[in-house]
């Protein structure tokens, strides 16, 4: 099964500056997840990032806060922009092998805004 | 909308004992569901998937079973152990979509 790399594994940022999630993947995968986790809560998908254009974004979240890229079929990141305390979570890459196959997660990048 | 709830509450149990975890769904009809096992500080790892035509599924010491007319499916640990303490996520999947939604979680403690 896919092995994903997600980096940082966890930051603390200053309100009003943007922080950029990596995620690497070792082969490559066609779909391709973030998902948030507030404390105490379960996941929530915030978009899925597609290879070669626009992410597709969940209701509640849009590009201009959390801008997504996905160069090719192995690597994504997430930023989040203009941050907020509200914003302190855990962002979770997650990939999908191939139809209704289970979901591959990275261990996640803890955030805190101060 | 999609409703998803497991146990709300921690379940404690002791060592040795049959752990059950509920997964209640409504507003929708998954064709599959698949358990998640989440530790502390780590992303979730996929334990099972059963299908809407299997009323059972095993795995060593787990099983699942689901009743797509009570809506709801059972997750069991059998001969539970300290290292089975994690939160156990459920998701219902409908056919031909990529969106997974993910039920509340229960968290599960075994005592020694």
């Known amino acids: 099964s896919a092995v994903i790399s997600q980096k940082p594994s966890r930051d603390i940022c200053q309100r009003g500056t943007s922080l950029t999630i990596q995620c690497q993947v070792d082969s490559q995968v066609t779909m391709m997840f973030w998902y948030r986790q507030q404390p105490g809560q379960s996941l929530t998908l915030i978009a899925t990032a597609n290879q070669g254009s626009e992410a597709t974004y969940e209701s509640g979240f849009v590009i201009d806060k959390f801008p997504i890229s996905r160069p090719n079929l192995t690597f994504s990141t997430l930023t989040v922009s203009n941050m907020s305390p509200e914003d302190s979570s855990i962002y979770l890459c997650?990939?999908?092998?191939?139809?209704?196959?289970?979901?591959?997660f990275g261990n996640g990048t803890r955030l805190t805004v101060t | 909308s999609q409703k998803i709830e497991q146990n709300s509450e921690a379940l404690n149990i002791q060592e040795g004992k049959t752990a059950t975890l509920t997964c209640n769904y409504t507003?929708?009809?998954?064709?599959?569901l698949q358990w998640y096992r989440q530790d502390p500080g780590r992303g979730p790892v996929f334990l099972l998937l059963i299908r809407e035509n299997e009323k059972e599924k095993r795995k060593e010491r787990l099983k699942v079973t689901f009743d797509t007319t009570l809506k709801q499916s059972l997750f069991h640990i059998t001969a539970s152990q300290p290292a089975d303490s994690a939160t156990y996520l459920c998701v219902p999947q409908g056919s031909g979509t990529y969106k997974y939604i993910f039920g509340t979680g229960t968290r599960l403690k075994v005592l020694a």
């Open positions: 507003n929708y009809s998954p064709a599959y």
């Open positions: 997650s990939v999908q092998e191939q139809g209704e196959s289970p979901l591959h």
